[in-house]
């Protein structure tokens, strides 16, 4: 809770006499409306404003909220004196700090280690200020305050503030809390995030970003905020590819918005481009009830609007709700001959506000629909007030959401006003107002979303750490094939495979695994393997394994006289299975991030792959599977049987806890697991694990290093 | 050229003196601004709102318009009348015709053969009327005239052409004619494009459409008028699937709008999905510059909507101009030290008008600026009107588009309104004033295009000709694998294959057609060929062939007693090549339609498939193959070689001509053709062709049949 929204006192630190001034304009906006004691500093002394001014903040002593708005090099003095004198609530305004060069940015750490030393809850440096409307107080430098209502904004631009405001007064939409987050050096998202979630007057949350300090602390806060109120954000800079360079299937594939999407979709985030959108879809939210379930009707005065509203409603994942024989046939009783009575319903253009009253109450009474689309275009006899005064009227008490399109212009001015003030939602185009039902609609299933703890499962960490351990020992950063016991650390099935450098123990390996094998040299001379003999397929018997090794022994090097021939690689050799791959990256924001996609093609041209953010849960890593386009090929298609998707589950809960727990590996990647019919499981082939700090090896060179030496099976 | 927009003089049949009567709010809407004479009509003579009314349109004589609006019944007598005295031009107003039931067809059917017999030109019935507001005619019930303007409209819904000047009004957006097109009995879309085309007032054409009466004619009118003047089209009732049943992937794959969206883009039409789309765009298009490319530039006094508006800019296609060294240091050298001179460029939030002015004539003088967004919101400081007159007076004479967003509400309506008045293109959201620039930039494109004819090839069409008519004789309507010769006719290369019923016969085409090939049963009671032993592939000589046809003659009739043996089949095995498929369905509006895409999962599962109207040229050939989302797996990927895509193209033109030759047939698809690599060619396996008329057998059934025998290798 952040208590400065309460404040029963305000100081102004640089209050100021002088028109234009900041300072003054803060004076201005607090003295406007606030009920509560403003307190007025300036060195000079004297008053502002009328009100007697004091030297000091320590003249005075303490305040529920100072908000300064002084030079940037004399504010961490003030805020010190703040702290000792017990303030506890900071909203700085001026500018100046990390936003404009290292010296700047040092100013702001000292902010930063003198709130911690007194707690202090401070907002901005370089911000507009902030606003509770229900507390009468605009403690910034926007001139009016927002109109009482249910929908609180907290923005990383102050502009976008300014905007909304300026926008929100022309369309009477209300709010209670608005917070210019500004360089976020200590109150930031999550802060917001929990106080409106408290605030009884906040119904809707909304939240314009360029950036999350605490992702993970993010998504807790939003997953619990999102059960209670809804939460919609704008997440800016999201076309910039991820920059840094990455070396696996993973990493290319992954724009740097990738994260934020799989992290907003995990924790109840209703995600919005726009600001038109922003607008739109919070005042339906905040002023009409959810509806039960997709099924919408639509009242109409006209045909042709009614197609095209009916075209987007289904696009958008609407359906048309089936009218009961009930509703048709009192629809067609009170309705002229030529009306259709079949969703869409049209009143025809010469529709009376009486028809269109008879016609709400009758289709909002018909448990086939949970929400109407109630909308006007201008005839030549329609009575546009009188037709929003029967939605104002039905709206009230209505259990369902009628949303309004009057979609007209200058004719429809006078009952856009009514609306507007009797606050109920009305868009101009219908596509809008459906939009808009499909948020309401959205928001009723996050509202019941369940975020069960992910599984634990009994895993070997020590046994990967010994790994990792002993790669960082040796400078190695790029972990193979030869470290597949890290997976089954896991308890993730592995494909039989050996690394060796003798006949015999070759042989041994291979009886070991069993038949038929994949034999191939390890060389990192050799990148193209099958070139000089050096794959071996579908060795059946113990002689031929035997044979293939002293032929690559002898031959490749005639072929390849400076290669160094570290060993083979011993694989089983499988049939049938689709592959599929399993990745991590970190990402900077929110850290672990899998990935799931089928193999080949289907990652590298299609780029058909879904994200999620570690640790996910059973249903989450299901959705992923679900969520890819070619999900059908796993659950067979045209006679095929269906793929072991269970065990895909089970390997992403694995691999999930995994990357968790051993936050070092940078970038992961089973490629390609090898996933067989329903019942007889998947197996992971090959496999990169990349570890954090040093420099990155390439991921995709797929030789196998030589010196450790393994047998897995 | 619809001579009725520039009617000296207009008729009211049934104009009336009562107030609500729709003969009364014509006349009115006449008189309001009309200045030529305007002749009512009445049977009871007397006077209407001044002027003498006459009994009968006789009773007067010839005008250049009749406006009608008595009830159905009478209108085919009146129509008459005025065909008798030379009247060419007629609105029908009033309802009843095929809208409501089959005597209003009939009636309606009555008025064609009339309008025929005196080549009358015809708008309606059931609609709203016309204007053109040069001839400042308002002969339409809506009771003001549009503003005038640049853009002409016409639209299927009456509702719509009420809300849009209402709308319009609003927002001074001006029009040229407009059109009301109700039942379409006579003048249609295509009439009025080619209107619209000649007038020379229009420059933009506009349309809310739900169907086409000619598509042929409208792809032709549509490929003419949009080289002179963009065309955005509305295209409702996009949803609903076809409910006709279909049996080929082509048919199952092709939704009721697949056929509206190729034909769209293959005429050069800007399809828009709303009426805010279409207001912003068109707009845009009447007053402003098409930019010369896609790099923008964005001014803003504010950092983070500008943050957005990149966004926007780079989903759509955009990209962000690089401003010239020259430019950038003329802005450092102008601008304050902390403004961003960096596209975008950030004038601040204390930025003055003369400050917009400045920066927007650098970048305007920029080689690397196509066209700029102007972004306003409101600071504290901020002068809108002063900083809308920089846009005002710039756009004047700039050989760039310039879109502004003043991004703000009560403080911009002085702004909005003089910019409106000004007639520069403003938008509320920069998303929009992005996505306007993007329909400039595509129309800069769209205005360039050539529609080349599609090739001839020479083709054996009698050949063609009496397999279908064979097939005719014989009561069937699928023809299947023996009829590869159809392929043949047009030069289309089909892979070695053979239907024959004697040993014998069978060696001869083997030895004909060549090795390996594959043996199949024919037998329309085996479903399952390969469970009673009844394909054999890698058949390599005349031995094994004889072998083979003795074997399955002798073993299946074992198993499968009561099935009829015809023959078999035989086909040249091949190896490597890329499976597509080339399909073709009859599409109610545009006819012939084909598809092309990769076979297998990748029609079925991803449906990843491109649609053109036939016939198509080579340009349009290679844009189906391009505009696959898997066209990346014929170019070559992951070292593989390049496919043969000039194969493809070649034969999807001569399939094109095949089908546009014989529309008799309905449903065509070529599944597979086998691709080879670059060079190498493509082959046609299997086809399946259905004909019109008679009662369509299962295309999906593929044991071929055997009454024809054909060899072709």
């Known amino acids: 809770m952040l208590e400065m929204f309460n404040a029963k006192s305000v100081a102004v630190i640089g209050a100021s006499e002088t028109k234009g001034k900041i300072g003054y304009d803060l004076m201005r906006s607090l003295l406007n409306y606030y009920k509560g004691k403003i307190v007025p500093v300036n060195p000079k002394g004297g008053t502002v404003l009328g009100l007697q001014a004091h030297k000091s903040i320590k003249d005075h002593g303490p305040v529920d909220l100072a908000v300064i708005v002084i030079p940037a090099h004399l504010i961490p003095a003030t805020v010190e004196e703040c702290g000792e004198i017990g303030i506890k609530n900071v909203v700085v305004i001026s500018a100046g700090f990390k936003e404009v060069d290292t010296e700047g940015a040092h100013l702001e750490n000292q902010l930063v280690e003198i709130c911690k030393k007194y707690k202090i809850k401070l907002v901005g440096p370089n911000c507009l200020g902030v606003m509770d409307t229900y507390n009468d107080m605009n403690a910034s430098f926007s001139s009016d305050i927002a109109h009482k209502g ?34 976020k050096a200590v109150v930031n998202e999550n802060d917001c995030m929990k106080d409106f979630m408290e605030d009884e007057n906040t119904e809707v949350i909304t939240a314009y970003l360029e950036g999350i ?46 994260a934020y999407e799989a992290a907003f979709s995990q924790c109840g985030i209703i995600r919005v481009n726009s600001l038109d959108e922003m607008m739109d879809y919070s005042s339906a939210l905040a002023l009409s009830p959810l509806p039960k379930g997709k099924r919408i009707a639509i009242i109409t005065n006209a045909g042709g609007p009614a197609i095209m509203t009916t075209d987007v409603a289904i696009k958008v994942g609407l359906e048309l709700a089936e009218l009961t024989t009930e509703t048709k046939e009192k629809l067609n009783e009170g309705l002229p001959d030529t009306a259709s009575v079949k969703n869409p319903v049209d009143v025809l253009g010469d529709a009376t506000p009486e028809r269109y009253a008879f016609t709400l109450e009758t289709v909002l009474e018909d448990p086939n629909v949970d929400g109407v689309i109630y909308m006007v275009t201008p005839q030549s006899v329609t009575d546009p007030e009188g037709i929003a005064q029967v939605a104002i009227e039905h709206a009230k008490d209505a259990e369902k959401p009628i949303l309004c399109s009057f979609f007209g212009g200058t004719s429809f001015e006078g009952a856009e006003k009514l609306l507007a003030e009797k606050q109920i939602p009305n868009y101009l185009y219908p596509k809008r107002a459906v939009k808009s039902m499909k948020t ?62 003798s006949v015999e123990e ?17 060389s990192p001379q050799i990148s193209h393997k099958s070139d000089v003999g050096g794959i071996k397929l579908n060795l059946t018997t113990a002689e031929e394994v035997r ?39 970190q990402d900077p924001t929110f850290g672990s991030m899998l990935m799931f996609g089928l193999g080949g093609i289907y990652v590298e041209v299609l780029e058909d792959v879904e994200f999620a953010i570690a640790p996910v849960n059973e249903s989450e890593a299901k959705d992923m599977i679900k969520k890819i386009k070619t999900h059908e090929l796993l659950e067979g298609t045209r006679g095929a049987k269906p793929k072991d998707i269970d065990s895909i589950v089970d390997i992403i809960l694995r691999i999930s806890q995994m990357v968790t727990d051993f936050p070092e590996i940078n970038e992961f990647e089973i490629n390609p697991l090898m996933v067989f019919d329903e019942g007889d499981g998947a197996l992971a082939v090959d496999m990169r694990a990349i570890l954090k700090e040093g420099e990155s090896e390439d991921m995709l060179q797929t030789s196998p290093r030589s010196s450790l030496k393994s047998t897995i099976s």
Chains 1, 2 share one sequence.
Request: hydrophobic letters at 40%; aromatic letters at 6%.
């Open 150 to 183: 249910k929908i609180s904004f907290m923005t990383q631009s102050g502009a976008i503030m300014a905007a909304i405001l300026d926008y929100a007064d022309k369309k009477n939409i209300g709010f209670s809390r608005i917070v210019s987050l500004g360089n």
């Open 547 to 585: 044979a293939a090794y002293h032929d690559m022994m002898e031959n490749i090097p005639k072929l390849e006289p400076e290669a160094d021939l570290e060993g083979v690689q011993l694989q089983k050799m499988l049939s049938g299975g689709t592959e599929v791959i399993i990745g991590m990256i």
């Open 506 to 522: 070759t042989v041994k390996a291979a009886e070991e695994i069993g038949y038929p094998l994949v034999m191939k040299i390890i």
């Open 213 to 258: 300090v605490d992702g993970p602390g993010f998504i807790e806060a939003c997953r619990e905020a999102s059960r209670k109120k809804p939460v919609l954000v704008i997440k800016s800079g999201t076309t910039s590819k991820g920059s840094e360079a990455v070396s696996s299937h993973t990493g290319t594939i992954a724009g740097s918005d990738s």
């Open 440 to 501: 309401l609609y959205n928001y009723s299933i996050i509202r019941e979303q369940e975020y069960p703890k992910s599984p634990e499962f009994d895993a070997d960490k020590n046994l990967v750490r010994n790994i990792i351990e002993n790669a960082q020992e040796q400078g190695k950063n790029t972990l193979g094939l030869e470290s597949l016991d890290i997976l089954k650390a896991y308890g993730i099935p592995t494909v039989g495979t050996a690394i060796t450098t």
